[in-house]
């Protein structure tokens, strides 16, 4: 596609449910990031996945989060058992490479209700 | 360990004034820094990226500079609009090591009043 797809643009969920979010990246970008932002917060870095190289799950917040890659393009992070405190809006950006221009989605706000 | 920092905080202007916004960083050993606009409970678009070899890159009304010794990045907003309105952050990738990730500034909330 032209850009970096979220989906769902948004969500609200009740407390201790499980949510999927989705990004597609651009086509051909190797690199693909997840960020979140809490309201009036900056950026947290969530996890980094670089073509069929072991992710970079160092910014994941707790077992609750995972994400996965599926054949080097579209990228799905789960939250399981939500919080309140996951309520935030999520991220996804994608490059060609780590070092290279990184281009955003229009994030998923997740509500927890 | 690689911190960045944006002055100011927010700015207030009338349209027509041109601008520049800051952005510090602790580790000079950059590949490159980025700028982008977020506007609004919105995603972040791309304004310019500035490799470490270059010291400076425009695009259109926006010029952005780089001083990799000085650890300092300046984006310059010429002839601002209220489409300019928009909180302004830099980032630069994290350099070596396994981790993978962009370091972020808070940004600059910028409105520009008609």
């Known amino acids: 596609g032209a850009g970096v797809s979220q989906s769902p643009s948004n969500k609200v969920t009740e407390k201790g449910k499980d949510v999927e979010l989705r990004c597609d990246p651009i086509?051909?970008?190797?690199?693909l990031y997840w960020y979140r932002q809490s309201l009036g917060q900056g950026l947290e870095f969530l996890i980094y996945?670089?073509?069929?190289?072991?992710?970079?799950k160092s910014g994941l917040p707790s077992d609750r989060f995972s994400a996965e890659r599926t054949g080097g393009s579209v990228s799905t992070l789960t939250i399981q058992r939500t919080q309140q405190e996951d309520s935030a809006v999520y991220l996804c950006a994608s490059s060609l490479e780590y070092y290279t221009e990184a281009f955003f989605g229009q994030g998923t706000r997740l509500t927890v209700v | 360990k690689q911190e960045v920092t944006q002055i100011p905080a927010a700015l207030s202007v009338p349209e027509g004034e041109n601008l520049v916004l800051n952005c510090s960083f602790t580790?000079?050993?950059?590949?490159?820094l980025q700028w982008f606009r977020q506007d609004p409970g919105k995603g972040l678009t791309s304004l310019l990226l500035?490799?470490?070899s270059q010291r400076e890159q425009t695009s259109g009304r926006l010029n952005a500079s780089l001083d990799k010794s000085s650890g300092r990045s300046t984006l310059y907003i010429a002839a601002s609009q209220p489409g300019d309105s928009a909180t302004y952050l830099c980032?630069?990738?994290?350099?070596?090591?396994?981790?993978?990730?962009?370091?972020w500034g808070l940004g600059t909330s910028l409105a520009v009043n008609p």
């Open positions: 500035i490799q470490s």
């Open positions: 996945f670089q073509g069929n190289s072991a992710p970079d």
């Open positions: 580790d000079s050993a950059i590949y490159n």
């Open positions: 980032a630069v990738p994290l350099a070596g090591g396994n981790n993978r990730k962009l370091i």
């Open positions: 086509s051909g970008h190797t690199a």
